[in-house]
C-alpha cells in the first residue's frame, strides 16, 4: 500500500452494536472495514425505513418498490478502486453459486457520489458486474436521508489537485421481503459464511 492509501480516514459508526466502516476511494486510495457482528435483532425494527431515491434515469424511485422480496444494498461509488467494485463482484458471484435462490433476491447499489457519477456511469458500472443490479442515486438531500435510514456515513474527502475520494460504510445490508433488517455480509467474511447469511434470506 502507497503513503496515499495510508493516509485515507478509517471511520466507524454504531449500528447497535459494532458496524465496521471502510473506506474507498480513487486515485489509489482504499481501505477495507474490519470485521464486525450482526447489530441487535431489535435494532431491526427500526432499520431501514422509507427513503426516495432516484434510478439512472433520472426517474424517482421509493423504498416500496423493493417490498415483496428480499435485497441487499450497498453504499458506494463508480471510481472506487478497491472496495466496491470488490463486494459487487462478490455478491454476483455469491447470487451464481446459489442456484435457483440467487433469483429470489435483489442486488441494489446506492451511489453516495451524486456529483461524480452520472446516471450513463451508473448504468455502464453496473453491467460490468455481468448481474441485474439496481442503481439508485440522487440529489444531496435525498441520499441523506437514505444514508441515515441505514445508519450509514459518507462523506467526501478532498486530495491534492482538486481530486477527492468518498470516505463510506463498506458493509452490504441483508433486508428481508418486507424491509426489515436481517443480518449483514462484511468484506472480510469468507463465502461460505456469506453464503449461509444468503441462503437464510432468501429461504426465512
Request: hydrophobic share 45%; charged share 20%; glycine share 10%.
Given at each position: ?60 424511485f421509493g423504498s416500496e ?115 426489515e433488517f436481517v443480518s ?21
Amino acid at each position: 500500500m502507497n503513503e496515499a492509501a495510508g493516509r485515507v480516514l478509517r471511520r466507524t459508526a454504531m449500528v447497535a452494536g459494532a458496524l465496521v466502516l471502510g473506506t474507498a476511494g480513487w486515485l489509489l486510495v482504499a481501505h477495507a472495514p474490519d470485521a464486525a457482528p450482526d447489530p441487535a435483532a431489535s435494532y431491526a425494527r427500526a432499520f431501514g425505513g422509507s427513503f426516495t431515491l432516484a434510478d439512472p434515469n433520472g426517474r424517482p424511485f421509493g423504498s416500496e418498490r423493493l417490498r415483496g422480496k428480499p435485497f441487499v444494498i450497498f453504499f458506494g461509488f463508480t471510481r472506487c478502486p478497491d472496495v466496491c467494485p470488490t463486494m459487487l463482484s462478490r455478491m454476483a458471484l455469491l447470487r451464481s453459486r446459489l442456484g435457483n435462490d440467487g433469483n429470489k433476491f435483489n442486488i441494489v447499489f446506492v451511489s453516495v457520489d451524486p456529483k461524480g457519477d452520472t446516471p450513463e456511469q451508473i448504468r455502464h458500472y453496473l453491467t460490468l458486474f455481468e448481474t441485474p443490479i439496481i442503481g439508485l442515486t440522487g440529489t444531496a438531500q435525498q441520499l441523506r436521508a437514505a444514508e441515515e435510514a441505514f445508519a450509514i456515513s459518507a462523506e467526501r474527502v478532498p486530495l491534492q489537485r482538486g481530486a477527492y475520494t468518498m470516505d463510506h460504510t463498506a458493509s452490504v445490508f441483508l433486508m428481508g421481503a418486507k424491509g426489515e433488517f436481517v443480518s449483514t455480509i462484511d468484506f472480510h467474511e469468507n463465502d461460505e459464511t456469506a453464503l449461509a447469511k444468503l441462503r437464510r434470506l432468501v429461504n426465512g
